[in-house]
């Protein structure tokens, strides 16, 4: 079964960092991107960062750009996002999602296009002021 779990999320203080971590099943990333949404109570899931695993290029969306950082360690089968400066307004459930269509993952990062592949459950960050 193809499966995308995220993991690392939980309550953090204004200025605070933390890590996701996502972890694929049933599938390797070496085809894919792999990108990272989000998900603020009352507001439509919007797109954070992702990376092209072929190529490794990746985007982020202008909110997080020089305090999020996407990685991806192919060995493990994992993506990560390190998160820094964390605000108040990062607070969100956050996704990861796979598409071996690297154009659509951009697509969905930059332009809201939501009909990805796979997708995770998502993790809850929580960042107190």
């Known amino acids: 079964e193809v499966q995308l779990m995220e993991s690392g999320g939980g309550l953090v203080q204004a200025g605070g960092s933390l890590r996701l971590s996502c972890a694929a099943s049933g599938f390797t990333f070496d085809d894919y991107a792999i990108g990272w949404f989000r998900q603020a109570p009352g507001k439509e899931r919007e797109g954070v960062s992702c990376i092209n695993s072929i190529d490794g290029s990746t985007y982020y969306a202008e909110s997080v750009k020089g305090r999020f950082t996407i990685s991806t360690d192919n060995t493990k089968n994992t993506v990560y996002l390190q998160m820094n400066s964390l605000k108040p307004e990062d607070t969100a459930v956050y996704y990861c999602?796979?598409?071996?269509?690297?154009?659509?993952?951009?697509?969905?990062?930059?332009?809201?296009?939501?009909?990805?592949?796979?997708w995770g459950q998502g993790t809850l960050v929580t960042v107190s002021s």
């Open positions: 999602a796979a598409d071996r269509r690297p154009a659509l993952m951009i697509a969905g990062i930059h332009h809201g296009y939501r009909h990805l592949e796979v």
